[in-house]
């Protein structure tokens, strides 16, 4: 129990992180944790020069890449969560899947995934 509750404090600081680096790059976030019913969560909304950004943060520890976290299966889910939301607030726009992965305090963010 001890160990999920401290993974969920470490996924939340490096969301703060990750929150931190979009805005000082020019994003506006409008929405986090964003649940899209039963399709699943998308971590971060944000919007930065008319282009909608869907982005999965990942993160792990030391001696383990986080980008090994970020399967097909929640690929899937972002995207499914992404077009759930263009539909749910009427938008018709460019949009962008994005993961940010934090290794060790550093960002890196990989825009447009699923191209």
Do not use: W
Request: proline share 2%; net charge neutral.
């Amino acid at each position: 129990m001890m160990k999920k509750r401290q993974n969920t404090l470490i996924g939340e600081q490096n969301e703060a992180k990750a929150v931190e680096f979009l805005v000082a790059k020019g994003f506006r976030v409008i929405e986090q944790n964003y649940y899209a019913r039963k399709l699943g969560e998308i971590d971060i909304i944000a919007i930065k020069d008319d282009i909608l950004h869907f982005i999965e943060v990942k993160s792990a520890q030391a001696d383990f890449d986080p980008i090994y976290n970020f399967t097909n299966s929640k690929q899937r889910k972002v995207i499914n969560s992404a077009y759930y939301y263009m539909k749910s607030k009427n938008l018709d726009m460019p949009f962008s899947i994005d993961l940010i992965l934090v290794r060790c305090g550093e960002i890196e963010f990989l825009e447009n995934i699923t191209m």
